[in-house]
């Protein structure tokens, strides 16, 4: 995915809210690269 394209998904599932957003990506809970795009993700906001 392009970054663009993967804040998108993010943002979707940030509106969504709760558990939503940790099932953005399958990667999220055990892959650290993944996980570090969720992480500034949510410092952003």
């Given at each position: 995915?392009?970054p663009?394209?993967?804040?998108?998904?993010?943002?979707k599932?940030?509106?969504?809210?709760?558990?939503?957003f940790m099932?953005?990506?399958?990667?999220l809970t055990?892959?650290i690269?993944?996980n570090?795009?969720?992480?500034e993700?949510v410092?952003?906001?």
């Amino acid at each position: 995915m392009t970054p663009e394209e993967l804040n998108l998904e993010y943002e979707k599932r940030w509106r969504d809210g709760g558990l939503a957003f940790m099932g953005s990506f399958s990667d999220l809970t055990f892959d650290i690269k993944a996980n570090k795009t969720a992480q500034e993700f949510v410092e952003g906001k």
